[in-house]
């Protein structure tokens, strides 16, 4: 929410919608039903050791998957 209101402050749209279910088909689906241009989301620290490891993560799904641009913010 905080984010939303910096954002639109600087004449940026954003807008934020709680869905339930499987959560990255859903992030997938909202975005394509509503011509989202961007997805931003929180990711975690890649280990350089063991950097397949979060190759599971609903944050690389989304970002490998989704057919608009994806921001993985840390």
Known sequence: ????????????????KVVIGDRVE????FAA?????????S???VDARRPGKGLDTISY???ILAACPVMLVK
């Open 1 to 16: 929410r905080a984010f939303a209101k910096r954002a639109a402050k600087a004449r940026a749209a954003v807008a934020t």
């Open 61 to 63: 799904k989304v970002a």
């Open 43 to 45: 990711s975690h620290k």
């Open 33 to 41: 039903a509503n011509d989202v241009g961007l997805i931003v989301l």
């Open 26 to 29: 859903r992030i997938l689906q």
